[in-house]
Structures are given as structure tokens and as C-alpha cells.
């Protein structure tokens, strides 16, 4: 760990302010300090932001919810209106980490955590995302835990978030402030990039930009699930997780909201999928073709190969228990 | 006054049986039970010493070459720095356990990444490990160096070879058969806490604290690492916060804090970072094993052969002992077995949790079940079926063996009878099998010895540098000395860990218990026969229970027969005839249901169960938790742990404990242990035999035979996670 400087934000303005200036904020640390005592992260200073008031779950006129970017896994994985109306996120939230990083771990740090690829991690490896240019050493070597989808010849990298799948799939926003004083919102569509050949660019935030809320859109009537598949029963990132949010309608499918994590570089939804299944009635053969389209472009390591079955084996899955009372 | 004792014939006297006191075998709790779970029992890296410095080791970043320090000089200036220490004496690797000599030096050339070729050392923890994580190291004349187990040269281990009748005749004229090849991962000890030692001198004396499995080695491992006298060394480590073999032998970590206290003048802490612990102390070699089992029409097995490959660093001698229990299992008239050892550039392989039967057994029994499989009779059956009279090889009798009542016990505990069959059982998404395998490790006795003290007040105190590595040895040595000397338990001290004590056999290879218990004993065998003496009886017709004794119609209390003297003996036991003259083992089966996801192909165990026969019980509570610890050790190999190494430089890809896959709490589900009644008069004079590792010794196997009995996928591949199982589905 390098020498950094501290600062404790007296309030979200003077936070933006400092980071522009080439500062990192800090909330739970549960992934940022692990970077930093291994120097791949390496920040001269530190915001703490965590005495903000972004700690609040609130409603929304229109019925949604906006969760402070402060609020901790745990306090939103075991809120009653988000177990109520947004099952899908209490599940993804309590299928990550363990119960002391959910106690730690924030709502905006979640966000924006790193990718756990091993070469990341090992500074004696090149990684084109911790030394741009060095190369990827992930591509030939061990690649198990590493993405298909929204890949580019220069990273491999997986987003290993839970919770931002399921965000994903409810059609969050992230309420951002920026240093000027402006704020705005940004779909997790919008606010992650795919890698190219940029991947240390993780997301649009600009210097000093902070994600102050997350913002849920009101519920809506549908089964949710949030299914994850990986190496243990707990305390392991997904290989992959579907979080799915279907709706049924005399024997069709009227809503079919399917966001999937441990295959791409960021929360990975993909509306043709969505598209296929609007309006159809549940089928294997359905359930197939919206696999083939999903993975149509999908393409394995050697060692991640096995995804491409799974997830379509996990997707049949979950489309079968999602739509199951309908089709009896 | 020492008692000295070689164990030539057996002890048929059975006096544990026959002491009042009752402690041994009794579920008592740990007495440093309430220090560790509080905290406030010091591990290694845990004691603050004045003037201490800290520092960081620094890795190879290739496998190969002459190392090279680019930047040392720039590094020395950084704040906080002491010094950066590249010595000739650092170690290359850790020793193997009982190595007694210092393991290869050699901080100049790199043989595998990751091996540990410098220290930095600076005031502060986090000075030293910037400071390390500052230094570029490059290699001159990297080469290109065999890295992959399968295409690398091999050297046959030609005493571990046997040819015995004609394996491949009976192969040809079975009506039932099977030829198979397994291959299982390398595994990480991954103790919890990482390998760690403070060092400082005074005058030329070395005091070194550190977390360590097998001190009187570490000790002479120690010392010739440092070119000095044993005499000028003392270890220190009261306790261990897992071993698992990983600290059998000296570590890197040691020699370098030991050269930086030397060269700085003040003592020098250093902790092996954690993906140090995953790249530069041992792993357990993968293993390649075929294995062939021919059977008659009613499953009497007519031959046995078992070849396995393993690899390890150039030079090391270390081979995995994979088919240690199969000479000895099952019958089979027509039996060949071989080892091979092929050389290339990972991180050394040693002693690693069960070396030998953890994954020997395992293989040999997913074969019997798919054996039995092919014949269509009850795995169970086909066991009980090819229990030899006697080891198959040597003809010797077993010394004990409750083989089969574990067998059977086992089945009716588990209700084996309601095994489903082949694909046959659903609920829901998951498909639910049973599972069964047999366990087997060889028991060995080693010298040791204990003094214990019968002190003035009617207390007791045992010291022996035997270690504790959460095993429970400061539990068993008391129970052993207050049965014998009639105290309980609270008034007996256990004094552990330190090289200034009676030198013990150590923690490893499940002898521990037996041997130091065994010098406790007769220690304390002494010590009664001294107190008969005051008395002017026989011993034997003295008994001691609760301070007092009682012999000839009289009570007297131990002060009272002191009258303010000590007596202080010392027990020092050897091994003898008995250790050859019969075949001794420790036996037992595993019982598992699965419920495998029929999407997924996720593996969740449900129920896990263990009948064990391994002599006497000394601590039915700390038996059991290793029998627990075993299974939970079983449960890693057979679904989640695999030591990653990169194809193209052999180094470990998944360093740390987020991606080396330990099963966590949701992966164990209730198990359950059954500890038979067994004495072992041949094992040593308390008839206990080692019981540390008999739970992992082919538990795996009982997990995978069971995702068969679900699925219908053999998994030949281990570990067996999803992807494997899909692939077959």
C-alpha cells in the first residue's frame, strides 16, 4: 500500500470536489483496500464519504424506491418494501459476498466494484484493465470465472456484482453528482462500458462524479428470481445468475425483464431476448430459442467454455419456474 | 530419570482400562479452548517485541533464470527502510516434513513463480510490504521449463513398485472388470493462519516464534539453514492456527526473519503474505491414477493394480504416496502397483492433509464402486466380500481392524438399505443419490518424549515440545496424566511448544497423540511406581483418583505421600518389532447423499456420515472434530478445491481463499460421526491409534459414487464441479 492522503467529506460537494482533483472515495473498502495493499489500485488520496447522509431508503412519488448510495447490502437486502416488491434484489443482494462484507459493503461501492479476474489482481502478469497496453494474460491462461459476452480482444473481465444484476433487470438509474453541481441520472445500461480497447474505462462517471442514489422504478406485478450458479454454496462470484422478472397473461408471456451477471463484463440484458419471449407462450423450445439468441455471439476461453451450456441450461431453468403455474 | 521404552511386543495390558479416574476417551472440552475463541491466545505473528522490525518477502516472477534485483538500491531509500536482504541462505522452498536438514537455498535462481528469493525489512509493517511490492526483480536467461505434469520427463520410484502373481491374466479372465484413469487436482493446505515467525537473538542464540507442526525437526531444519548448532536454537510455538502439513517442515519465512534480526541487530517479524502461502509452501501434487480391479462372478476381487503419476520440483524426493492403503485394503491375488515422478517447475509438493491415502483411496474407491456397479451387487457387499484374512502382500495379521463393523454400522446408521438407484430418485430440480466409500490409513508410532512432574500441592505438569495445531494435544495429555496419576483434569498443566522441553514427535501423520501420549504415560508409569515405592505396595495395587491414593485399606492424599518433595520423570518411548511384524492401519466408511441440480448441475451434499475404528479413543470430542474436519476436507476434494495453475509458466492462478475454493459453512451440511470400540494392543502400551487424518482418507469418493447413483455422470476428474457434471448429463 502506498502513502495516500485522507479526507473525511463534510458533505457531497466538498467530496466531488476533492476527487476531481485526482481523489477516491471510500465507503465500505471491502474491494478498494484489498486493491490498494496489493498496489493495484494506488490513490494519492482518499475521500470518505462515509458520514454522508446517502445512508436513506426512501419512497419515490411515482412508487419506486431511491436506495442512498451509503445504504449497506445487508440494510437493503433485509428491507421489508424490497422484499416485498423487489424480490429479485433482496435475493441477488444475499446471494453475494458473506453476511461481514454485506454489513460493510454499500449500495454505490457495489456499483462500482472491481472484476475479480485473477490476472487483475497478480502485478507480475500483464492486464490491459490494472496496465493498459501491457496485454491480457487471462485469454490463454485461467479463464474459468471469466466472460463470453462483451468481450474484446484486449480484456476478458467480468462485472461481479449481484446486486447490479438484479438492478439491471429492475431497470435502475444511478443518481450521480457531479463537481460542477450538477446531478444526473444514468440507466446501469448507460452508466457501465463494454471494455474495447479502453479497459481501464470501467464506466461513464467523470473525475470527481459521485453515485449518490439508485433509484427503482415502481413494481411491477410479475414473478422474480434471482438464480445463482457457482463453484460453492457460498462465498464464490457467480458463473453465471440469471435475475429474471416475468409477467403472465392468459397462458403468454407479457413481460420477461432478464439480466444476467458472470457472463460479460458488466450486468448483461439483452432486449432481442426479451423481445422473443413477449407475447409467446412458455415453451422449452421458446425457452431454447431465447437461449441461441442470447448466446449467439458468445464466445469462450477454453477454460469458460462450459458457460455457454450452462447458461442456457440456468435460463430454461429459471424461464421454466418463472412461467410454471401458467403453463399447467 | 528417564523411562525408556521400545514397543517390541504387545501391550495386552490395557491399565487405561483400568484407572479410576476416567478422563481418557470422556468428550472434554479443549482447556486453550476459551483462549483462542477470545483471542487472547498469542499466535506467532501476534507477540509485540521492543525494537521490532517487520518484513515482506518478495516472489519470483517467472520460473526460471538468475534473479536479479533491478531497482535494490532505490528500494533501500525508501522511507522506512532497514534493509533488503538477498542471502544466500534464504530457502528455495519449505523442508519436507521430518527432513531434519535444511531444505534447498537458493535465493539466485528461480525454479518455479513464486518462490520467495528476497526480504525487505523496514520499521513498519507497511513500509516493508510497499517496499517489497517496490522491488523489480527480473530474471537473466529465463528459459523455457516443463511446467505440465502430463508431456514432463518421469522417474520411476522403484520401491514403491510391487508385481505380485499375474494382474494382467486375471484382467484377461475376469468375467468382471474395470480399467480406469482418474486424475485429481493439486491441493493448498490453506491453513487459516498464514506462516509467520518473529526472530531475535541474543548473543548467538536464535529465539524464533513461529507456527510449527514438528519442532525438534524445525529446530535442526533451522539451524542448518543458518549454518549454526541446534543448541544455539529455540523454537517457540505453543500454537498453531492450522498446519495440515503445510508446517511440517521449516518454512521460508523462518530463515528470513532469522538472517534480518542477525543482520539488523533487533528482532525481525516476518508473515507470509497470502498468496505466499498459496504459491511457496507446499502443495499436495496432482495425481494421475489408473486403476485396475478384476473380480470372480461373485465379486471376490482376483487382482488389483494401481499406477499412479505424480510430479514435484527437480531434486525434491518427495513423491505422493498415492497407493499407501492400496497394499493393504483388499484382497486380490494378482496385484501390481506402481509410482512414477515426473519433474517440472511448480511450487514443491509435500505433505499435504493425509498425503497418500487422501486421494489414493479416494480413486481406489470410486473404482470399487463403479466395480461394483459393473457386477450389479451392493458396493457395500462388494467390500465385505474383499476383506482379506490377511495383508494380501506381506501375509502379516492386521494388529486390529474393525473393517467391517465399520462397514456395517456405518450402512445402518446411514440406512443405506433405501439407496435408490441409478437416475431413480427426483425432487423438484434435484436429483438425489447415495453414496459410499471406505476409509484407510496407515497408523505409525515415533519416538517422543514427556517429562511430567507430580508437584508438592497434588498438581501435575506435562511438558514435551509437542505441538497443538488445533488438534486438541493439550486436551489428551491431560486426560492421559490425570488418569494415571488419579488428578483431574484441572489439576493437571500441559506445557507445549517450546524446544526447551523433552523433544515430541510432532504433529503429522496422524501420530501425534499416540506417540506423545504414549511418553506421557509412561512418564506418569513412573511416577506411580515411585508413589508405590513411599508406599511400600505394589503399584498395581494402588489406585489414584481424585489427588488421593488408595491402597491396603488406607486413603492417603498425594501431598501427603510427597511431604513437599517432586517427583519428576521422564517417559521416552521408541518404536519397535510391532510397528513391522503386523500390518497397523486405521479403518472406516463414509456415507453420503447428494441432491445434484438436473439444470446446473450444482452438487449440495445433504447428509454425510463416518464410522471409524482407530484404537482406543482418547477424547471422544476432539476424535470426533477431527473426524468432522476430515469429511469437511473430503468435501473440498470431491466438489471445489483445485490449485489453478497457468498453463504456460505453472504458477498459481487462484492464490487466495476467495478463489481457492475451501467449502464454506453452506457446504457442510449435519454430519455425522460413530467412533467404534477398538483397542490395539500392537499400536502402543494405551492401544490408541492415529485418528488426525483417517476422515478424509477417501471421503471424497463417497460423494462422487453418490453423484453417480443421481446422475449417472462419473466424474473421472476431480474436483467434480458443475461443469464436469453437465458435461455428462
Keep these: 500500500m502506498r502513502s495516500f492522503e485522507y479526507t473525511r467529506a463534510e458533505s457531497t460537494g466538498a467530496a466531488t470536489r476533492d476527487a476531481a482533483t485526482g481523489g477516491t472515495f471510500i465507503a465500505g473498502g471491502t474491494n478498494l483496500l484489498d486493491l490498494m495493499k496489493l498496489e493495484v489500485m494506488a490513490p494519492e488520496a482518499l475521500i470518505d464519504i462515509n458520514r454522508l447522509d446517502l445512508n436513506q431508503i426512501e419512497g419515490t412519488e411515482d412508487g419506486g424506491l431511491r436506495i442512498g448510495a451509503l445504504v449497506t447490502n445487508s440494510d437493503l437486502a433485509n428491507d421489508s418494501r424490497v422484499r416485498r416488491n423487489w424480490p429479485v434484489l433482496s435475493r441477488a443482494l444475499l446471494a453475494g459476498a458473506s453476511g461481514q462484507l454485506r454489513n460493510k459493503a454499500t449500495t454505490g461501492g457495489n456499483l462500482l466494484q472491481r472484476t475479480r479476474c485473477l490476472y487483475f489482481y497478480d502485478r507480475a502478469m500483464p492486464c490491459n484493465k490494472r496496465a493498459p497496453g501491457s496485454g491480457c494474460a487471462a485469454r490463454d491462461g485461467f479463464n474459468r470465472i471469466l466472460a463470453v459476452l462483451g468481450t474484446s480482444e484486449h480484456c476478458i473481465a467480468t462485472h461481479p456484482s449481484d446486486m447490479a444484476v438484479a438492478m439491471r433487470a429492475l431497470g435502475a438509474e444511478a443518481e450521480t453528482l457531479k463537481e460542477d453541481g450538477t446531478t444526473r441520472r444514468l440507466t446501469l445500461e448507460e452508466l457501465y462500458l463494454l471494455p474495447g480497447d479502453r479497459p481501464d474505462r470501467e464506466t461513464v462517471l467523470e473525475p470527481g462524479e459521485l453515485i449518490t442514489a439508485v433509484v427503482l422504478p415502481a413494481p411491477v406485478r410479475a414473478r422474480q428470481t434471482y438464480r445463482k450458479v457457482r463453484d460453492r454454496a457460498s462465498y464464490a462470484f457467480a458463473l453465471v445468475s440469471v435475475a429474471g422478472i416475468v409477467a403472465m397473461e392468459n397462458g403468454r408471456i407479457t413481460k420477461a425483464n432478464l439480466a444476467f451477471g458472470g457472463l460479460a463484463p458488466k450486468p448483461w440484458r439483452d432486449a432481442a431476448v426479451e423481445e422473443l419471449l413477449t407475447g409467446e407462450a412458455p415453451s422449452d423450445a421458446l425457452f431454447n430459442r431465447a437461449a441461441d439468441l442470447l448466446l449467439a455471439d458468445a464466445q469462450g476461453f477454453g477454460g469458460n467454455d462450459f458457460k455457454l451450456p450452462l447458461t442456457r441450461r440456468t435460463l430454461v431453468s429459471v424461464l421454466t419456474e418463472l412461467t410454471q403455474e401458467a403453463r399447467i | ?183 485429481t487436482p493439486s491441493h493448498s493446505s490453506a491453513p487459516m493462519e498464514p506462516h509467520a515467525s518473529i526472530a531475535s537473538w541474543q548473543g548467538g542464540d536464535l529465539t524464533l516464534r513461529g507456527s510449527y507442526q514438528m519442532l525438534k525437526y524445525n529446530r535442526n531444519e533451522l539451524a542448518d539453514s543458518l549454518g549454526i548448532h541446534p543448541d544455539r536454537v529455540r523454537i517457540i510455538s505453543p500454537y498453531v492456527g492450522g498446519g495440515f502439513g503445510s508446517k511440517l517442515g521449516l518454512a521460508p519465512e523462518a530463515v528470513a526473519a532469522a538472517i534480518a534480526a542477525q543482520e539488523l541487530g533487533r528482532p525481525v517479524s516476518v508473515a507470509l503474505q497470502r498468496p505466499q502461502v498459496f504459491e511457496a509452501t507446499m502443495r499436495r501434487s496432482e495425481t494421475r491414477q489408473r486403476v485396475r480391479l478384476a473380480a470372480d462372478a461373485e465379486g471376490r476381487l482376483t487382482g488389483l493394480g494401481h499406477d499412479a503419476r505424480v510430479s514435484n520440483l527437480p531434486g525434491e524426493s518427495f513423491a505422493e504416496p498415492v497407493l499407501q492403503a492400496s497394499h493393504f485394503l483388499y484382497a486380490g491375488a494378482n496385484r501390481r502397483m506402481s509410482l512414477e ?113 507430580l508437584l508438592p500441592d497434588g498438581t501435575a505438569r506435562v511438558e514435551t515440545d509437542m505441538t497443538d495445531i488445533g488438534t486438541g494435544t493439550y486436551a489428551i495429555l491431560g486426560q492421559i496424566a490425570g488418569d494415571m496419576l488419579g488428578l483431574p483434569r484441572d489439576r493437571v498443566e500441559v506445557v507445549l511448544g517450546d524446544t526447551t522441553l523433552p523433544p515430541a514427535a510432532g504433529s503429522g501423520g496422524s501420530w501425534g497423540a499416540s506417540s506423545s501420549g504414549t511418553s506421557v504415560y509412561l512418564a506418569c508409569e513412573a511416577i506411580r511406581r515411585q508413589l508405590a515405592q513411599r508406599l511400600e505396595v505394589d503399584e498395581h495395587d494402588l489406585t489414584l483418583k481424585d489427588g488421593r491414593a488408595t491402597y491396603a485399606n488406607q486413603v492417603k492424599s498425594l501431598s501427603d505421600i510427597l511431604q513437599g518433595d517432586e517427583i519428576a520423570k521422564l517417559g521416552h518411548v521408541k518404536p519397535g518389532d510391532t510397528s513391522t511384524d503386523v500390518r497397523q492401519a486405521t479403518f472406516g466408511a463414509y456415507f453420503a447423499e447428494v441432491a445434484v441440480h438436473a439444470a446446473s448441475g450444482e452438487t449440495r451434499i445433504r447428509r454425510m456420515h463416518g464410522s471409524f475404528a482407530a484404537g482406543r479413543i482418547l477424547n471422544a470430542k476432539t476424535a470426533r472434530s477431527q473426524c468432522l474436519g476430515g469429511m469437511t476436507f473430503g468435501i473440498g476434494i470431491a466438489l471445489t478445491e483445485e490449485l489453478a495453475f497457468d498453463p504456460r509458466d505453472g504458477h498459481v492462478a487462484n492464490h487466495n481463499l476467495a478463489e481457492y475454493h475451501i467449502p464454506v459453512n453452506a457446504d457442510v451440511p449435519q454430519l455425522t460421526v460413530e467412533l467404534l470400540e477398538e483397542r490395539d494392543d500392537w499400536a502402543n502400551p494405551m492401544q490408541a491409534k492415529g485418528i488426525g487424518e483417517l476422515g478424509i482418507c477417501g471421503a471424497a469418493a463417497a460423494i462422487t459414487n453418490a453423484i453417480h447413483n443421481a446422475t449417472g455422470v462419473r466424474v473421472r476428474d476431480y474436483p467434480a464441479t458443475l461443469d464436469k457434471v453437465i458435461a455428462g448429463m
Design chain 2, 1 to 183: 530419570m528417564t523411562e525408556h521404552f521400545k514397543m517390541e511386543t504387545p501391550a495386552t495390558e490395557r491399565r487405561l482400562d483400568d484407572m479410576a479416574q476416567g478422563l481418557v476417551g470422556a468428550p472434554l472440552d479443549r482447556p486453550e479452548g476459551p483462549l483462542k475463541v477470545t483471542g487472547t491466545a498469542t499466535y506467532a505473528n501476534e507477540w509485540q517485541i521492543e525494537g521490532m522490525a517487520h518484513g515482506v518477502m518478495v516472489r519470483a516472477p517467472g520460473n526460471s533464470g538468475r534473479v536479479i534485483l533491478a531497482n535494490r538500491d532505490d528500494v533501500a531509500k525508501l522511507p522506512g527502510v532497514l534493509a533488503v536482504i538477498q542471502d544466500d541462505r534464504l530457502l528455495r522452498n519449505p523442508a519436507q516434513g521430518t527432513a531434519n536438514e535444511a531444505p534447498v537455498q537458493s535465493p539466485h535462481h528461480a525454479a518455479y513463480l513464486g518462490q520467495l528469493i528476497a526480504v525487505v525489512v523496514a520499521e513498519t509493517f507497511e513500509q516493508a510490504r510497499h517496499a517489497a511490492q517496490s522491488l523489480q526483480v527480473t530474471l537473466e536467461n529465463a528459459q523455457m521449463v516443463q511446467v505440465d505434469p502430463a508431456t514432463a520427463a518421469v522417474e520411476p520410484q522403484d520401491g514403491q513398485a510391487l508385481d505380485q502373481g499375474d494382474l494382467d491374466a486375471a484382467m484377461r479372465d475376469a468375467p468382471h472388470s474395470v480399467d480406469l484413469v482418474y486424475t
Design chain 2, 341 to 453: 515422478l515426473a519433474r517440472l517447475h511448480r511450487m514443491c509438493a509435500g505433505s499435504v492433509r493425509a498425503p497418500g491415502e487422501a486421494v489414493g483411496v479416494t480413486v481406489l474407491e470410486n473404482a470399487m464402486d463403479e466395480l461394483a456397479h459393473e457386477i450389479g451387487i451392493d458396493p457395500v457387499a462388494l467390500r465385505l466380500r474383499n476383506i482379506p484374512e490377511k495383508d494380501p502382500e506381506s501375509g502379516k495379521d492386521y494388529s486390529s481392524r474393525r473393517f467391517r463393523e465399520a462397514l456395517e454400522s456405518g450402512a445402518e446408521a446411514f440406512g443405506w438399505a433405501d439407496r435408490p438407484g441409478v437416475k431413480e430418485r427426483r425432487e423438484g430440480e434435484w436429483l438425489i443419490g447415495y453414496g459410499m466409500a471406505s476409509a484407510a490409513r496407515v497408523n505409525v508410532l515415533m519416538e517422543s518424549q514427556a517429562r511430567v512432574t
